[in-house]
Nanobody, 125 residues
Framework: QVQLVESGGGLVQAGGSLRLSCAAS????????VGWFRQAPGKEREIVAA????????YYADSVKGRFTISRDNAKNTVYLQMNGLKPEDTAVYYC??????????????????WGQGTQVTVSS
């Protein structure tokens, strides 16, 4: 079992930055692929970014490409999502998710086994 806890959300003005953290406990995090998802009110949960266990490969949704950066520090059992140039449409609850994988990243919700409780990000215009 892996427990995931997100932090770093908050209220920020458009154009501002936030860094989300996803801290894992329960098992060594280095053998897990991780994804960041978000869900806005009335919308489906969607992939934002994903990263392989080593951090060597990453994926970004088109809507965040060039503004968000996913990274990880396996020594700290933590994955980060640096969000720059935030827009009001980035407002959502952000979730991290994990699954065991020694090769790939994953971008579908049903590919992940473990989820955090989410952290709210609100971007004001």
């Amino acid at each position: 079992q892996v427990q995931l806890v997100e932090s770093g959300g908050g209220l920020v003005q458009a154009g501002g930055s936030l860094r989300l953290s996803c801290a894992a406990s329960g098992r060594p995090f280095s053998s897990y692929a991780v994804g960041w998802f978000r869900q806005a009110p009335g919308k489906e949960r969607e992939i934002v970014a994903a990263i392989t266990w080593s951090g060597g490969s990453t994926y970004y949704a088109d809507s965040v490409k060039g503004r968000f950066t996913i990274s990880r520090d396996n020594a700290k059992n933590t994955v980060y999502l640096q969000m720059n140039g935030l827009k009001p449409e980035d407002t959502a609850v952000y979730y991290c998710a994990a699954r065991r994988s020694d090769t790939y990243y994953y971008i579908r919700l049903d590919e992940y086994d473990y989820w955090g409780q989410g952290t709210q990000v609100t971007v004001s215009s």
